[in-house]
């Protein structure tokens, strides 16, 4: 059976990715990490370096201390300057014991002497007092005290030339230990055996050395470990000139010394002045990191070897699923397939696959949309009473299968209500209806679209709806609480969006989904009682439910078609649905305030329109007196005469008026754009979307006010601008014809038809006058 190109891809990948890598990370930790390695291993070393340089800085901070302390006794206060030490042995005796007591305090003293300059002794715990007459040194003490500084560091061959084993450094504390004229000093020495010792124990690699110099590079000492291996002191002396000779100072650097290298750090000592200095072989520090590197290495390697036997067994392996896959797809491996499939059945397998997933996204993509607008469909249905012939159970099971969980739960509606035309928003205008509400639906959607007990329904004609379930177990108040809660969200939101006027009716909570007609309503009905004009209102049916159960016969279609002659000023129309209300109020209506309550309705719908329309007469403007006139009113006779002289008759004029001094005002606005623009290419549509109104309505209204149309008003205005410039200029017909927005030959032809002549001919029979 024969194979394709990919069994010897994959093998040749196998190789590559299982093999290579690795021994490219051996060869990357060897030859890259180690130098990293090194990097951290020297600024480790660097660090222990600076925590010696600061113990020894440390060691000599406490042992000028431990002399400060010694100084500051009372045994050394004034009332030493004048005594006589040899009338006064006890004083004597307690210096004595004063100096042992400071030089046991501190292992690196090793002996103290007293100076007292008015009697020129030297006072020593081991050697006694000692007359400076018989020391050939004298003058070199009376230099003690003029110095400014009260504590210092000085040579000590200066004061003890045959000194023998005295470390060559001492320090001087003035006495008393405050004062501007000093009677004598403290001088202590330093033990320099223990320097040694300390010196050595603070290098912190066995190997390694260390040794003190003096800022010109003399020695002070070289440590302990030249005494065990004396052959490290020519080591020390190439060290010593290195760093005097290129004055490295707090900075490491490398040596090589027969064939080793070290690391070689050195610090200056703030209190004296010495340098300190300390090497490190390098191959103490790095041969635990070698040792590891080369492990990494060799396993690398060996790495590489297994890796090239397994990738060979995987890759017989690996082929088998690719092999069941063609076959799957519809292919063999030994059967005639197109070239391509033969040279890449991965390529064959990819393209199968994209297929399959392209049909099932356009599948899915298409049930999907189907599945929304069905869900959409069903709840428009359900709530507006048409699906009446199912049974609860029905409504229910098939609520389930749109994913809507409606076990142990009852039901409310939200109506919201909006008014985008207010004389305070001119963000729409009429025809705009159907774009508002659905704008209004789509941030319902976006607003429950996170809550799993909503829905919303565009009802169209500026009203949503939106279904809310709960369930059984939770409270009415709480229930209540919520829908009022997310009210108020409503609106505020709808109103910062589309800025329109938001009014929200909540109905009652209902266990049943065959109730939710009614239930819409009675919400509807909830919703006529709002205040006209009133921004952001929520009524409940919980307050009126009681009333609109009382007035189950209200005739609403018969409602909305009286409004909308009305709105259209038609007269005779109007009159004549409101004689059909009237007649369904004597039919149904048998109780005074029954009559009433329906005459209120409708003049509440009335009165809303009115606004809606942005029309005030004087009976309108005082709305309430309206209502006081018609609850003064007792039989149905008296309210139909009152309500067709009052309301339909003045309503019908002043919506005349308004309209008349509308159109007038609009044809106004639309002769002065054309005055300003009539050069422009101007147009119906142009000049509808610049004042706000539709094409059509422009149109009518412009024939209605100016008895003529459009494109004859703006040809005439076109024509005059061009007489005028006939007239009074020298322009050529073309550049006449460029300024009135006329091509050249248009021009001559509208002229003509116009006044009987060409636009030349005009100009020469101006001239001839």
Known sequence: MSRGNYFRKSLIYALIMTSVPMAIIGICSYFIGVNQVEKEVYQKNHYQLDQVFKRFDELFSQFELTVDKGAANSIFDEKLRNTNFIDEFRVMQDIYSLLAVTQSSDD??????????????????????????????????????????????????????????????????????????????????????????????????????????????DWITSGKETETDPDKQDLKDYIRGKVIKEDRNADSFTVKWEGAEYSVANATLSRTGWRYVIATPLSQLMEPITLTS?????????????????????????????????????????????????????????NKWLHITRESRLFQSLLEENRYSMKKGFLLQLIQGQLYFFSENELRRRMEEHGWNTENKRFALLLIQL??????????????????????????EELSGDKENMEAV??????????????????????????????????????????????????????????????????????????????????????LIPYVKDNPDYPFQIEKEFIHALQMRAGEETLQKWNEFILVLRQNAGKAFQIQQYMAQLLGSVLRAMMQLGVVYSSASQGINLYEQLFRLKE??????????????????????????????????????????????????????????????????????????????????????????????????????????????????????????????????????
Not at 492 to 511: E, N
Request: glycine content about 6%; hydrophobic content about 40%.
């Open 458 to 543: 565009n009802l169209h004609n500026l009203t949503v709806a939106q279904l809310i379930w709960f369930g059984e177990d939770k409270p009415k108040e709480q229930i209540k609480s919520e829908l009022f809660r997310f009210s108020n969200e409503v609106i505020t939101i709808i109103t910062k969006l589309l800025g329109v006027h938001v009014a929200v009716g909540v109905s009652r909570t209902i266990h049943e989904l065959k109730d939710l007609p009614t239930a819409l309503e009675e919400v509807k009905q909830c919703l006529h009682f709002r205040n006209i004009g009133e921004h952001g209102q929520i009524l409940s049916t919980d307050d």
């Open 636 to 769: 149905i006779d008296e309210i139909n005469k009152w309500f067709v002289n009052k309301v339909i008759h003045p309503f019908l004029i002043a919506l005349s008026e308004k309209q008349g001094i509308e159109m007038k005002q609009t044809i106004r606005k639309a002769k002065d754009i054309i005055d300003q623009e009539y050069m422009k290419d101007i147009s119906l549509e142009y000049l509808s979307d610049r004042i706000g109104i539709l094409p059509k309505r422009l149109s009518a209204i412009f024939v209605q006010v100016t008895n003529q149309n459009f494109i004859d008003y703006v040809t005439g205005i076109r024509l005059d601008k061009t007489k005028q410039l006939l007239r009074n200029t020298d322009l050529k017909v073309t550049e006449i014809a460029a300024r009135v927005g006329y091509q050249p030959s248009y021009l001559n032809k509208i002229f003509k038809k116009s006044e009987g002549i060409t636009p030349g001919e005009y100009r020469e029979s101006v001239l001839r006058l």
């Open 419 to 444: 008014s985008p035309f207010s004389e305070l928003s001119k963000r729409f205008v009429e025809g705009d209806e159907q774009l508002v509400t659905f704008a209004a639906a789509n941030i319902m």
């Open 294 to 350: 080369k492990f990494m290495l060799g396993a690398s390697l060996l790495g590489v070897v297994i890796a090239a036997l397994l990738s060979w067994f995987a890759s017989q392996r690996m082929y088998r699923p690719i092999k069941r896959l063609v076959q799957m797809f519809g292919g063999s491996i030994g059967s005639k397939l197109q070239e391509e499939d033969r040279s890449d059945e991965i390529k064959y397998i990819e």
């Open 108 to 217: 690196m003293i090793l002996r103290i002497d007293l100076y007292l300059e008015n009697q020129q002794l030297l006072v020593s715990n081991d050697r006694g007092a000692i007359k400076l007459k018989d020391e050939p040194n004298k003058a070199v003490y009376d230099m003690i005290l003029k110095s400014e500084d009260l504590m210092y560091w000085s040579d000590t061959e200066t004061y003890s030339p045959n000194g023998g084993e005295l470390f060559p450094l001492v320090l001087v504390h003035k006495l008393p230990f405050v004062s501007t004229r000093p009677y004598g000093a403290l001088l202590v020495y330093l033990d320099k055996s223990l320097l040694d010792k300390e010196i050595t124990q603070m290098n912190p690699y066995e190997n390694g050395i260390s040794f003190i110099i003096k800022p010109n590079g």
